[in-house]
């Protein structure tokens, strides 16, 4: 098995994780999204991630919320191979899977320190920003790569395709 798998962890084991981190005075940093094909946009915006804290913590949405969210033809990849794509990155120090449409309940049960999302999203609408300030964390919105999206790169994709099939 290789090393890097062992950042992959049930809730409850990550829970763990975070408290022992905690203990030893390390600021937890939570984000999260589907990361289906990952991409530039997404490794950029998650080594930014880390320079929050001590200890990032990256949150997938399960293949059943996917599909739930994007319709039956996501995702691309399986909740197994994004979250083992996102623990082979360096600066990654946790994955955990969660089978809810939206991380409020995995940020209520982790309670990170500090939630990280990109600056796509306004403050209000960040879902777990309201908790994580209540309890004296803090929320950093993070500048994206213009024009770099899973949704762009399917839709290239397809012209492609289309293109070559004309």
């Known amino acids: ?21 905690k203990g030893e005075g390390k600021k937890i940093v939570f984000t999260n999204g589907c990361f289906d094909i990952l991409h530039q946009g997404h490794v950029r915006y998650l080594s930014e991630a880390k ?15 996917i ?4 319709g039956n ?16 990155l ?16 995995i940020i209520k049960y982790l309670q990170p320190h500090i939630l990280v999302k990109g600056a796509d999203w306004a403050e209000d609408k960040i879902i ?4 994580i300030k209540k309890t004296g964390g803090d929320v950093k919105r993070i500048p994206l790569i213009p024009n770099i999206s899973t949704s762009n790169i399917i839709r290239r994709i397809i012209d492609l395709n289309s293109a070559q099939n004309s």
């Open 90 to 105: 360096c600066f990654v120090d946790g994955v955990v899977i969660f089978p809810e449409e939206d991380p409020l309940a």
């Open 67 to 70: 599909r739930n969210i994007k």
């Open 1 to 21: 098995m290789e090393e890097y798998l062992s950042k992959i962890k049930t809730q409850s084991a990550m829970k763990k994780v975070v408290e022992k981190a």
């Open 51 to 65: 320079k929050c804290g001590d200890y990032l913590i990256v949150g997938i949405n399960s293949d059943e919320s």
């Open 128 to 131: 777990g920003a309201e908790f």
């Open 73 to 88: 033809n996501r995702p691309f990849m399986t909740e197994g191979a994004r979250a083992e794509l996102l623990a082979a």
